[in-house]
């Protein structure tokens, strides 16, 4: 017999954000920012000027939103390698509502977020229903996602230039001197924020990455709920898909392998656990400032494009570790 969703009290032992051991962890991250921030404006004097701190913003906004959606799946001990190819693909499917079949801009949008949230769904039915190991079934979506793309455009991107609206989503100025795409970045931090910590979506996903089997004997329907939290991650990849389309004001369909690799880097930097059951929305925040801030600093210290990939894979391991440390303490 089938037993309806219920409320649940949160598993022994856990708690939303992991606790004062999670605070800790996102007080430590957010001390890290600071000391970036310091030793690369102490390092050049250009690092602190407007324009810079608003181009680090900005270049944190696709990679945060992204970010942001894989917060959820991390949290419930999944993942999701598809983030970035989804991202690729709702951007190209924006592309061919506004400009291949000519429907106004709100309609491509509707699009992009929908094709997002439709590659999360089908994860999260592999997953969930086909019990198949999430790095398989992303990995699969990551594949047919990044075909996808190159077949729908034969592999060239769609540009928008018919549509000058579209490109001041991302880049227009509704606070004078701060682009859209920080304004959306942050809003979109609040209401996952929301999402997470006040909304019965945040308890279960919780309570999956704690304990599914108990979650699953406490009467709630596992299997849905989990298929949720994927299309929210998937939604979250298509907004991220518009930002980045309308930034570069076209939809490149070679664009997308790698950002999930940075995305999911800002989640545990930011302190949330791969083993799942602890994690928040701004320690993601602060961890995807974080990779923005140390990318940038190497770049105007005029570090080479090759050591800073290795800097910032030094910065991911010593995050997972600290992690490992945590949970082994606990």
């Known amino acids: 017999m089938k037993i309806a969703d219920k409320e649940i009290s949160q598993p022994a032992g856990m708690k939303q954000t992991g606790g004062q051991s999670g605070f800790k962890q996102k007080l430590l991250a957010f001390a890290s920012l600071i000391i970036l921030v310091i030793v690369f404006s102490l390092s050049s004097s250009n690092f602190f000027q407007f324009s810079n701190l608003v181009g680090i913003l900005v270049s944190t906004a696709v990679i945060g939103v992204l970010a942001l959606g894989a917060t959820f799946v991390i949290i419930t001990g999944g993942i999701d390698l598809a983030l970035g190819t989804v991202m690729t693909f709702s951007s190209v499917m924006v592309g061919v509502i506004i400009t291949f079949w000519g429907l106004p801009v709100p309609l491509g949008i509707v699009g992009g977020i929908l094709a997002g949230a439709l590659c999360g769904f089908i994860s999260g039915l592999m997953v969930a229903k086909m019990n198949i190991p999430p790095f398989i079934a992303t990995l699969a979506i990551m594949m047919v996602t990044k075909g996808l ?182």
């Open 149 to 330: 793309s190159l077949v729908i455009t034969g592999a060239k991107p769609i540009y928008f230039n018919d549509d000058p609206i579209f490109a001041k989503i991302a880049m227009g100025k509704m606070i004078p001197g701060i682009p859209n795409t920080i304004v959306i970045f942050l809003l979109l931090g609040m209401i996952a924020s929301i999402i997470l910590s006040k909304t019965i979506i945040g308890r279960y996903n919780f309570a999956l990455g704690s304990n599914e089997e108990a979650t699953r004997l406490s009467g709630v329907n596992t299997v849905k709920w989990k298929i949720i939290i994927y299309s929210i991650t998937g939604i979250f990849s298509g907004i991220a898909g518009i930002l980045m389309a309308s930034r570069l004001n076209s939809a490149q369909p070679s664009l997308g392998t790698g950002y999930e690799l940075e995305a999911i880097a800002a989640v545990v930097i930011g302190g949330t656990s791969l083993s799942g059951g602890v994690g928040s929305i701004l320690g993601t925040i602060i961890g995807a400032l974080i990779m923005s801030v140390l990318t940038n600093g190497l770049q105007i210290m005029s570090v080479a494009q090759e050591w800073r990939t290795v800097i910032v894979g030094v910065v991911i391991i010593i995050a997972v570790y600290a992690d490992i440390l945590r949970r082994r303490k606990q």
